[in-house]
């Protein structure tokens, strides 16, 4: 599309970014905080906090079907049916299976929500500091390629965005997760304690911690504190968790210089091979179907992990004929996911007399043992966490009597305290892990749909079998009775931890962006989601994100300053 000279300047800005979830807010908050007037771009409607959470404060027994997915709609969205967190109160903040559709090559659960804020509306919120063993181990293991950067690169920034997010967590002295700026933590209840203290007895190097979570447990500024009401997906009225929603967009909207503008397909980004460098983006509306063009000297990709690089792919030019960055040959490839799919559960005989109180939204955390210290395993490399919930269980005899005070009397009854360990396994970065753009098959704004070819290895199969062995030998051991396998059987992408595909590296013959998550080729085009990951660890990933976005930023600054970009 054309534009005259006064178009083209009205349509200018100083900095654009694609996506407002997790890195998106916070690529908005750091550039206009740095005086940069930005646009943010946001394929979905608008959420504004607090007055767009119409179910954040509504009772279980006001839904229809009792936050229950009706059979019809399950059937209709077999994939977003399948998310722990897809339920009647949270509905409206995800995508449904035909609205956007793509190519599976193998079972591929795509989980997607698209609305600013994103998925940080509705995210888990765990986020632990990756360590130097985490950054080193592919070029020790002459595994994919070196990252270029090592925990001492990042550890400000984690510090940095950790003071402002607001990180509930105990500093428990870890290597393998750093400690961080931490808020005071959530408690565990009696179980939880009973099995740190086995555990520590019978493993002294398996930890049982409370978990680190991005939910405030001090008051920052107007957030929070947390109310303990653990309906933090459907979001929440007092900013007790950490969305771009509540904190990043309202802090880069107070300066002043964010536009934010909703309903906007990216198309492109549009490269100038003159200049050596990006100029714009090709953007559609998403419900008139006009196409736009939009400037700036610096562009944010934060669109998630696979529309960042199905962005990227869609670039095509004279200088990047298969896809901005691509001279490696690598955009695309060693996509990640987590593996969840080993859990166990077992009955504790004790505690009869207690019980806890209030909905703490979180839950108890080992962190990786195996392949680490003096633990060398044989069967596979690099390690697992276990997400571990103490909890007591409600009675068997309340469906015995539906009414009256017979009733009141059952529900009154508990049954026993139980413990479930759900181990998290670290993915490694298969190049023929991939997606790719579609030859024929477009959506309904002409851009192709994504083919999706993924598939958990034998690495991840034999650490699975670990992960089940281990919980469920520490459960016996510490006593617990009526111990079950609760595998489950979870599709690549259900763990919603999609990384890499755009990873970072030293060279552009093996990498698509380099230290400072700049496109080579490029370098006025960063990208600091998921899709920048060189590999997984088996650490929750947001936190990292939001860490290598600022740390993106500052050197954007730097070199805008000397006129670098």
């Not at 190097?205 to 653990?230: F, M």
């Not at 980004?269 to 559609?284: E, L, N, P, Q, S």
């Not at 166990?344 to 839950?363: E, L, M, S, V």
């Not at 989601?529 to 994100?545: E, F, I, K, V």
Request: charged letters at 25%; glycine letters at 8%; hydrophobic letters at 35%.
């Amino acid at each position: 599309m054309y534009l005259n000279g006064k178009a083209k300047e009205k349509n200018t800005y100083d900095a654009i970014v694609i996506g407002s979830g997790i890195s998106g807010g916070w690529s908005a908050k750091e550039l206009c905080e740095k005086g940069l007037r930005t646009l943010v771009l946001e394929r979905g409607r608008d959420v504004k906090h607090i007055e767009d959470y119409p179910t954040a404060n509504k009772p279980i027994w006001e839904f229809p079907h009792r936050d229950q997915i009706p059979y019809k709609i399950k059937k209709e969205n077999p994939i977003i049916s399948r998310c722990y967190a897809f339920s009647e109160a949270t509905a409206h903040f995800f995508v449904k299976d035909n609205e956007h559709p793509y190519e599976q090559q193998k079972p591929f659960d795509w989980i997607r929500g698209y609305q600013v804020g994103g998925k940080s509306l509705m995210w888990a919120r765990h986020t632990q500091r990756w360590s130097d063993l985490d950054f080193e181990a592919n070029a020790k293991e002459g595994i994919a390629v070196d990252w270029p950067i090592r925990y001492k690169d990042l550890a400000p920034w984690y510090s940095y965005v950790e003071k402002f997010v607001g990180i509930s967590g105990n500093r428990d002295s870890l290597p393998q997760i750093p400690d961080g700026e931490f808020q005071p933590p959530m408690p565990m209840n009696c179980l939880e304690e009973h099995m740190k203290d086995t555990f520590t007895q019978m493993y002294p190097d398996r930890n049982l911690v409370i978990a680190r979570t991005a939910n405030l447990t001090s008051r920052i500024e107007n957030r929070g504190p947390c109310q303990h009401r653990n309906l933090c997906r459907r979001g929440c009225p007092l900013g007790g968790y950490f969305s771009s929603n509540s904190a990043t967009l309202p802090t880069a909207m107070k300066t002043g210089n964010l536009t934010l503008r909703p309903f906007s397909v990216v198309h492109s980004i549009i490269y100038d091979k003159d200049k050596g460098k990006a100029t714009g983006v090709r953007v559609i509306d998403t419900n008139s179907k006009e196409s736009m063009e939009y400037y700036a000297k610096v562009i944010f990709v934060n669109a998630s992990t696979l529309n960042s690089t199905l962005i990227l792919m869609n670039s095509k030019s004279e200088r990047f004929p298969d896809g901005m960055g691509n001279d490696s040959g690598e955009l695309g490839h060693n996509l990640m996911d987590h593996n969840y799919n080993a859990k166990a559960r077992g009955d504790f005989i004790g505690f009869k007399d207690k019980y806890f109180y209030g909905k703490r939204p979180t839950n108890t955390y080992m962190p990786r043992f195996r392949n680490f210290g003096s633990d060398i395993q044989e069967n596979f490399i690099r390690g697992y966490a276990f997400s571990c919930t103490g909890e007591r269980t409600a009675g068997t005899k309340a469906a015995e009597t539906l009414v009256g005070d017979k009733l009141v009397e059952n529900l009154m009854i508990l049954g026993p305290w139980q413990f479930t360990m759900h181990g998290m396994g670290e993915c490694l970065p298969y190049h023929e892990n991939h997606v790719r753009l579609s030859d024929d098959k477009t959506d309904e704004w002409g851009i192709p749909l994504l083919v999706i070819d993924a598939e958990y290895k034998a690495n991840e199969r034999e650490m699975e079998k670990d992960m089940l062995t281990q919980a469920m030998e520490m459960m016996e051991k510490a006593g617990l009775i009526n111990i079950e396998d609760l595998k489950e059987n979870r599709n690549f992408g259900l763990n919603i931890h999609e990384m890499g595909t755009a990873r970072m590296g030293h060279d552009p013959k093996t990498s698509v962006l380099n230290r400072h998550n700049q496109v080579w080729g490029a370098e006025n085009v960063f990208v600091t989601d998921g899709s920048c990951m060189t590999s997984s660890a088996c650490q929750n990933p947001s936190l990292t994100y939001m860490a290598l976005t600022a740390r993106a930023i500052d050197h954007a600054i730097n070199e805008l300053k000397r006129n670098n970009l």
